[in-house]
Structures are given as C-alpha cells and as structure tokens.
C-alpha cells in the first residue's frame, strides 16, 4: 500500500499529464451552510493491472470532511463522499466516536496526513499529500483486502481543495480526533 501511494504521488507530481484534470469548473461540495470545509475533492477510480500503466476513471463522485467550525477544537467533523447532492456514505467523527489522525513522511520529499475510521470490517483512510506530493486519497480495506482504491487528481485548482477549515496532525487539538499509526491500516 505505501509503495503504491508513494508510487501515485510521484508520478502525479512528476506529471500532470499522467492524471486527467476532472473539470475546470469550481470544486463541489457537500458541506452544508453552516459548516467548513477541510477538504473537498472530485474522485477517480485507480485501474491498476501488471502490464499496463495505472489508470484513472472519474467516478462522477466527491468527497467532502466538513466541520462545525472554521477552526480547532472541533465538536463535529462530517465525512461525506457521493454525487453532488447526493451523498451515498456518511460518517461523523464525535466525542464517541473519534476519528484517527497521522502524519508522516513517505519520502524525503513527500509525505502524507491521514484521517481514519472503522465502519464493521472495513477500515478507511482518507490521506493528503503533503510537501512536494499533492492529491488526495481514499482506501478501503476489508481484511488485507483493499475495496475501494480512489485518488482526486493532483491539481489544487481543478481536482481539489483545502480549507478553510484546517486540522492539526501533530497533535490532538479537538476531542473527537485520536492519533493512530496508519501504517499497515
């Protein structure tokens, strides 16, 4: 798994022809009007085959972390992926059920933050190329099995964005985020 992001986020940054940009129109969201964003981002799906190069299909979906407030603490945190106006998975970060943050470095040039949560069986990972590395991406595991491998482009005007809202990955600042180490999640 970190061979292949380390793998996404050098090809997306070496070349930003080798992902097509989604759309020059603005970024949707699906945060609604009394909230902020942390992230919005258009989504594709990765194709990945042993004798072709790593494909990207848009999907058509977004994923959008929205937060009560315009900055730490905060009391809510919304994970929302879906069509525009139709959001098909939901997940809230709360005093009960908190999220997991990590942030690390995947090479000298690159790293990564992460936002995690467990639904049943399945483990999600939502991690933002930091440094040199841009995009976003979302995987899901079941077991040692990855069931959704999905990656936004790497263009902060075209494929996504950041903020207002911001989250602090070296240390706990809301109480409804916990550190966990994502390595092997």
């Not at 070349?15 to 009007?33: G, K, L, N, Q």
């Not at 194709?47 to 994923?63: C, D, H, W």
């Not at 990955?169 to 180490?181: A, G, H, Q, T, W």
């Amino acid at each position: 798994m970190r061979a292949l992001l380390a793998l996404l986020m050098a090809s997306a940054s070496a070349s930003a022809a080798a992902v097509p940009a989604m759309s020059s129109t603005p970024i949707p969201t699906h945060c609604r009007a009394n909230e902020f964003a942390v992230l919005d981002a258009r989504m594709m799906r990765v194709v990945e085959s042993p004798t072709a190069p790593i494909r990207f299909v848009p999907t058509g979906k977004v994923l959008s972390l929205c937060a009560d407030k315009p900055h730490e603490p905060f009391g809510r945190l919304d994970y929302r992926f879906g069509p525009v106006g139709a959001v098909e998975f939901e997940r809230q970060a709360t005093r009960d059920q908190r999220f997991g943050l990590f942030s690390e470095a995947t090479s000298p040039h690159t790293g990564e933050n992460s936002v995690t949560f467990v639904v049943g069986g399945a483990r999600f990972r939502v991690s933002i190329a930091t440094n040199q590395g841009n995009g976003v991406w979302i995987v899901v595991h079941e077991g040692s099995k990855v069931v959704t491998n999905l990656f936004s482009g790497n263009d902060v005007v075209t494929d996504f964005r950041l903020g207002p809202a911001q989250i602090d990955f070296e240390r706990v600042s809301s109480p409804i985020f916990m550190l966990r180490d994502t390595r092997g999640f």
